[in-house]
């Protein structure tokens, strides 16, 4: 039986959009029905933006593109309006001079730099000399188109600023897993999440990730979440930055017992990753690829931009962060076994990677002991000179929030509520300025 679909509730950019209308619906009726309504919500709903900062732009764009294209229909309207003076004007010939100043148009926002506006300028300037060049008074239209336009943006400018009080705490770390918390059965975060967890951080809220996937693959699940924050990385052996690509501390292998880890899954005929810090680069190595599975795994991640693949030619023992297996779940179970049975074995803890496991074939990672996600994630609180944190997770008993139906975004929910509750002592975040 197929699920029934959810009907998604109206998000507040719906409700933002509908207040901007009405308002400027209001202004039009305060101003004594001068001007036209149309061009101040048009305005409007083309700044009423997800976030503040596309706002900002989006604003700017309208306003110097709206000055523009009327100062070119200002100047065609008066040359019109002198032509009428000494002879019949000609309709089409009208047209034809509207078409040349329209490419001037564009041009001008060339030579001004604000290419990126020239649409907003074609549009005022088209609106203004083709439906009024009749007009006797030309100065009185581009005037209140002008200001239309000015209030439709200023009005977008206040709703979108504009926000239930609410308390920012600001001093609490917040960390989330990816899979099965952020998303789960959809493969991707929904456009709520994305949306609610950038201006969640962009509030000021501590968010970051802690997971098992390497800073490759968070940066591959989340591509349009901003993560000013270092991330947790690699089940606890990286502590990683996105925005520089750096790693900013890190837990190894031990060389001698990489180097024994080696000849162990080399006797045992186990193909693996070596995964491996040079010069602040990660840097993911390969030998001869003779399982189905590492050849799969190869495959599906070499092309990414955000991965360094390269043979294992030579020791390569050192910087070492872990090693990832990839072969039939039963080979690597006896593996395993054995591995534990190794006196150096109490150097290396193993992880089984569910979410890169597929089929009848098993991921598994070697990473050194020592490393753990709630130690980075204490190394991050110290960093941040933070004393509180807060994790969410899917497992119960490895985190302080479970989320039981990820598919509703819960996580996302939960941070909101925690990071920023509804309450009157937020006053003074009703209206952000910045």
Not at 12 to 28: G, N, P, T, W
Not at 105 to 131: E, R
Not at 387 to 400: A, I, Q, V
Request: charged share 25%.
């Amino acid at each position: 039986m197929n699920r029934i679909r959810e009907i998604p509730l109206p998000g507040q950019r719906i409700f933002r959009s509908l207040i901007a209308i009405l308002l400027c619906v209001a202004v039009y009726a305060l101003r004594g029905r001068q001007g036209m309504p149309f061009y101040s919500v048009i305005a409007s709903l083309q700044c009423i933006q997800q976030y503040t900062r596309s706002m900002k732009t989006v604003a700017r764009r309208r306003v110097i593109g709206t000055l523009v294209g009327a100062a070119w229909g200002l100047l065609t309207l008066l040359i019109a309006l002198k032509i009428r003076e000494n002879t019949v004007p000609d309709e089409m010939l009208h047209y034809l001079v509207i078409s040349v100043i329209t490419a001037i148009v564009i041009y001008s926002t060339v030579i001004l730099k604000i290419q990126d506006m020239a649409y907003f300028s074609s549009v005022v300037f088209l609106s203004i000399t083709m439906n009024h060049i009749s007009d006797t008074n030309p100065y009185l239209f581009v005037f209140h188109r002008t200001l239309d336009t000015v209030i439709g943006v200023i009005i977008a400018d206040i709703v979108n600023r504009t926000h239930l009080p609410r308390v920012r705490n600001t001093d609490t770390l917040y960390v989330s897993e990816i899979q099965d918390t952020i998303f789960g059965t959809r493969k991707q975060i929904s456009n709520y999440a994305k949306v609610e967890l950038n201006r969640l951080i962009e509030d000021g809220c501590l968010f970051t990730i802690s997971t098992i996937q390497t800073p490759a693959t968070i940066r591959e699940l989340l591509p349009d979440v901003n993560l000013p924050l270092p991330v947790i990385a690699a089940d606890g052996t990286i502590l990683f930055d996105l925005k520089k690509r750096e790693i900013l501390q890190a837990v190894y292998l031990r060389p001698e017992v990489a180097a024994k880890l080696r000849a162990f899954l080399e006797e045992e005929q186990v193909d693996y990753f070596l995964n491996q810090a040079e010069h602040n680069t990660l840097i993911v190595r390969y030998g001869e690829m003779k399982s189905e599975a590492i050849r799969t795994l190869y495959e599906q991640k070499r092309l990414s931009v955000y991965r360094n693949f390269a043979p294992l030619q030579g020791e390569h023992v050192h910087r070492v962060l872990y090693f990832l297996l990839a072969d039939e779940a039963e080979k690597l179970k006896t593996v395993i076994q054995k591995l534990e049975k190794e006196d150096w074995a109490s150097e290396v803890r193993i992880t089984y990677d569910r979410e890169q496991s597929q089929g009848s074939w098993q991921c598994v990672k070697i990473l050194p002991a020592e490393s753990s996600q709630n130690g980075l994630q204490k190394q991050l609180m110290l960093q941040l000179g933070v004393n509180k944190k807060l994790t969410f997770g899917s497992r119960p008993g490895e985190c302080d929030i479970l989320i039981k139906d990820v598919d509703k975004d819960l996580m996302v929910k939960e941070l909101k509520r925690r990071f920023e509750p509804v309450d009157i002592h937020g006053w003074k975040n009703i209206f952000r300025i910045g």
